[in-house]
């Protein structure tokens, strides 16, 4: 990857906890792990010179806590609502998760998370805390990156970090169809761990919906059913604003094309903008429609057919569509409906149906006979995950692929891109999802990717 201007690479902006014996190596331009670090040798009385190392109480374990060559250290790359609500909670939460590094191009974000690790940790809690995602990524100490960005950085940043020797689990969506694809191609050829970062595996009413259609309790499937909600129905503001003391604006936008800051968009409503999101589509779509590819059975390929109808706003800020209704037909002859407004998926086959209305909701279905149903011994068994941050450090220990690797990822994600050029088209798309590429059609083609602002690259 090509890393950009470099006028953000000085003094990070709070101090780094960093030992002497590292700080020596990192000028030495010795890149090494932690662990490879202590690994080496180089952890000794020796190589300190006349400072003695402290084999402390905390470095062993003890007391319920992983010894320091069992926890995973983890730097954390946007620091939103859900990235320090969800991610570094559920983090912090975790015994062998040590946190390191706090990122964000918003200085105030840094201050929260900082805040929120000390009252988990104690007041004398430090890490390198800075604006700039690289400093986090060519960190040797840092053996994972959770990423809890804007979506138009999420492939960007996963890519570099998983090229520079990082595990990664990044919050879903994908930007683009080709995105996905390199991603999924990188992480099979650095074989790295990669979570794309869902919760939906870890909800036993998912998991046991998918597990009822494989298993044949509704007959043979036919129809999906689909609703997410509905994107911003207000076109927002488009006047530009300067930006808010501390925010690097330039490094918010990193490859997206330029654009002044706007009020509306800083820091949840980027979702409305078509470039840094695909809107609720792509956003809401990766929890449901994962679900669909795990009871479908078809996590690893996808649709051969899409066409809806949609609608944005004309004027404003908004663009992407905020109402959207799309069907989709499988190789299989499944057709699936994916309709905007509410929260809810239905699968329905030759001898019932199964689902549920809402977020997380209790099953329903056509007869409860069908919710009652053990599943034998020798049928298909779907496990519930004990919770992405927890699969995910399990996973970076036995080096398995997490709940939701990246290809899978990346093939729910492009049930909602191509559902959204059919929108934008405004026509029936043949989809071929084996070669990844519509059917004789080559200005849908041109729209699998989009070009990123320079220096950006990948």
């Not at 066409?307 to 569509?321: A, I, K, M, N």
């Not at 519930?384 to 939701?404: A, I, Q, S």
Request: proline share 7%; hydrophobic share 35%; charged share 25%.
């Amino acid at each position: 990857m090509n890393h950009g201007s470099g006028n953000r690479l000085g003094k990070p902006a709070f101090p780094s906890r960093q030992s002497a014996m590292f700080q020596q190596t990192i000028r030495l331009g010795q890149a090494v792990s932690r662990r490879g670090f202590l690994a080496s040798g180089l952890g000794t009385t020796a190589a300190l010179g006349r400072t003695p190392y402290i084999l402390t109480s905390t470095a062993l374990g003890g007391q319920g806590k992983p010894s320091a060559g069992d926890r995973i250290t983890i730097g954390l790359i946007g620091l939103g609502g859900h990235g320090i609500g969800h991610n570094l909670q559920g983090f912090l939460r975790q015994p062998d998760a040590q946190i390191v590094a706090l990122c964000d191009p918003d200085r105030a974000r840094i201050e929260e998370a900082l805040k929120v690790c000390r009252q988990r940790l104690g007041e004398t809690f430090t890490c390198l805390c800075t604006q700039d995602w690289r400093e986090v990524i060519r960190r040797g100490d840092v053996d994972a990156v959770m990423i809890s960005t804007p979506d138009h950085w999420h492939v960007p940043i996963s890519v570099a970090a998983i090229r520079a020797g990082k595990d990664v689990i990044c919050e879903k969506p994908t930007l683009t169809i080709a995105e996905g694809r390199v991603l999924a191609d990188t992480v099979r050829r650095y074989g790295a761990v990669f979570q794309t970062s869902t919760e939906d595996r870890s909800i036993p009413v998912y998991i046991r919906m998918a597990e009822l259609v494989r298993n044949g309790r509704i007959g043979r499937l036919q129809r999906i059913r689909v609703q997410l909600p509905a994107g911003p129905s207000q076109p927002g503001s488009a006047e530009p604003k300067p930006a808010p003391e501390g925010l690097d604006w330039d490094l918010w936008l990193g490859p997206a094309p330029w654009a002044p800051y706007r009020e509306g968009l800083h820091m949840f409503h980027w979702r409305g903008k078509r470039d840094y999101s695909g809107g609720t589509l792509t956003d809401w779509g990766a929890h449901q429609l994962d679900t669909v590819q795990l009871a479908n059975d078809t996590e690893r390929t996808g649709p051969v057919e899409v066409e809806g109808t949609g609608r944005r706003h004309e004027t404003g800020l908004y663009d992407v569509f905020y109402e959207f209704h799309l069907v989709y037909r499988y190789a299989s002859g499944v057709e699936l409906y994916v309709d905007s407004g509410g929260t809810g998926l239905r699968f329905e086959g030759t001898d019932g149906w199964v689902g549920n209305k809402g977020w997380c909701q209790p099953l329903e279905a056509s007869d409860p006979k069908i919710l009652q149903t053990p599943i034998g011994p020798n049928e298909l068994h779907l496990e519930v995950g004990p919770g992405e941050h927890r699969n995910f450090l399990d996973c970076v220990k036995t080096r398995r692929d997490p709940y939701f690797p990246a290809e899978v990822g990346h093939r729910c994600s492009t049930i909602a891109h191509i559902g959204n050029i059919a929108m934008e088209l405004g026509r029936r798309l043949r989809w071929n999802p084996n070669k990844e590429e519509f059917i004789d059609d080559p200005m849908a083609n041109q729209m699998r990717c989009r070009a990123m602002r320079q220096p950006w690259t990948l």
